[in-house]
Structure formats: structure tokens, C-alpha cells
């Protein structure tokens, strides 16, 4: 029996590692029961522990990425990982809104606002506050960890931070770097709602790109239809499995029956 599943696009950075950037969230896809398409924004140098250099794409290379995929492929949800600056951000998701295909009526656009990588590198030191607001506005969701969170508000606090963010859409915050509370998250749903998420998994240990992970996670769940509470749920009980998959910084990706048997074995 044939199964369609939904088109999911990713444009995000390529890491060799295949732990974080467009790799990692097509695995993300696929393991979550949707084909993932992938656009390249960057091109880095790195490992699970190392990294040395990033190369960009400009904004013409990943639309022209973008427009080879949608001749022949629909898709409705987007998440957008690193990039190189906002400006560059802002008008990668107007030309894509500009040029969406008529079948998609409203895309929705996921982003990962990938400040930092977790070998140290920072990307993204000064942020621009108004523009930030107008990114907002154009996204359905945006998904910080608590570092992230406290350099794109103004405020000393990652939660006023992240229902600041808020106001202009929905804000998954992701607390795997919380001091108080490693490991819960918190949506705040645009019409003013709170939601916390737990790690479901009893053994967890670092992965490199957890993040991406668990932000594909939900759009794939998004893009199978769930409302965006579940997605939310189930995503956070993928990236819980996968954080305990192994003890290395590199996560499998496996579902929790996968998991399950596999330690039978």
C-alpha cells in the first residue's frame, strides 16, 4: 500500500558530520514519516567537536535552490537553520512567500535561530531588534534555546524573552542549556497560552545538533497535520530518544520502539 507522505523542506548549513544542519533534518524528516527536501545555506567546516570555518550561499544561490524544488515538489512547512544575517533571512522568506507555488495557499516557516555552534563558533553577535520583530511577524514558529533566547530579547530572563517573542508568533523555548531545569521546554503559543514539554527518555546524554533535531521534529509533525501542541509533544519524545540513542555526541535516530528493541538485542 502506497502512502504519500508530506514534502518538507530544510534550508540550513551542511555539516559533514551529518549531526546538525540540512543532513540532520532530512534524517529528521524521514524518521518522522515525511520526505525532507533540502536547500544549502552555508557550507561549514566541521565535526561533532570542531569548528573551523563557514563558507554562505548568497540569497540568489538558495533561491535558486528553492525554485528548482518547487516545479515539481509541494510543500507547505519550511525551516529555515542558519543563515547568515537577518537581512539575508528576511528576504530569503519574502522571495520565497513571493514565489510559492498557487496550490500552497499559507506557507509556514519554522526557524532555528542558530546563533552559536556548539563547538563554540558564533555566528551572530549583534541583533537587531526591530528587524527581528518583522522576521516574527512572517514566521509560525521560532524555537531558541535559553542562551539564544536571552540575546534575542531584551530582557535578563529567557522566558520574558521568549513571551516578548510571543507577541509576534509562536516561541518553542528549548531548555536543554537551562541551569534551573535542563531539559524543559516551554511553548508559548502566539494567542497567549503556556505549554511545558519534559525529557521522556530516563538515560540522556549532549548530541551535537539536538536542536535541529527536535525543531524538524516538529515541523514534520506540523506538516502531517498535528496541532501544533502535539507536534510539539511528540517531537520532544523523538529528540528525548534520540538523546539517549547512544553516549556519544552523535545521535541515532530511532523512534522509541526502534530504541526499545535494540536494547532487547
Not at 216 to 243: D, H, P, Q, R, W
Request: proline letters at 3%; a neutral charge.
Amino acid at each position: 500500500m502506497n502512502i504519500v507522505r508530506p514534502y518538507v523542506l530544510s534550508i540550513a548549513g551542511f555539516d559533514p558530520s551529518a549531526g546538525a544542519g540540512v543532513l540532520a533534518d532530512i534524517k529528521t524528516f524521514e524518521n518522522n514519516e515525511t520526505y525532507g527536501l533540502g536547500a544549502i545555506s552555508a557550507l561549514t567546516y566541521q565535526n561533532d567537536i570542531a569548528f573551523e570555518k563557514v563558507e554562505w550561499m548568497s540569497l540568489s544561490q538558495i533561491i535558486k535552490q528553492i525554485g528548482v524544488l518547487q516545479k515539481r515538489f509541494y510543500f507547505e512547512y519550511i525551516k529555515i537553520g542558519l543563515v547568515q544575517n537577518l537581512e539575508l533571512l528576511y528576504q530569503l522568506i519574502i522571495r520565497i512567500k513571493t514565489n510559492r507555488q498557487p496550490e500552497i495557499a499559507n506557507l509556514k516557516f519554522i526557524w532555528d535561530p542558530i546563533l552559536k555552534a556548539s563547538a563554540g563558533f558564533e555566528f551572530h553577535n549583534h541583533i537587531n531588534k526591530e528587524l527581528l520583530e518583522d522576521i516574527c511577524k512572517q514566521l509560525y514558529l521560532i524555537t531558541p534555546n535559553v542562551p539564544e533566547a536571552l540575546q534575542l530579547g531584551g530582557y535578563n530572563n529567557a522566558e520574558q524573552n521568549a513571551a516578548y517573542l510571543g507577541k509576534f508568533c509562536n516561541v518553542y523555548l528549548k531548555g536543554g542549556h537551562s541551569e534551573a531545569a535542563i531539559g524543559k521546554d516551554t511553548l508559548f503559543t502566539r494567542d497567549g497560552n503556556q505549554f511545558v514539554f519534559n525529557n521522556e527518555a530516563d538515560s540522556i546524554s549532549p548530541k551535537h545538533g539536538s536542536g535541529c533535531v527536535l525543531s524538524s521534529a516538529i515541523t514534520a509533525n506540523l506538516a502531517k497535520g498535528m496541532n501544533l501542541e502535539n507536534a510539539c509533544l511528540e517531537a520532544k519524545k523523538y529528540v528525548s530518544t534520540f538523546l539517549a540513542s547512544n553516549c556519544s555526541l552523535l545521535g541515532y535516530h530511532k523512534t522509541e520502539t526502534q530504541l526499545s528493541e535494540s536494547k532487547k538485542e
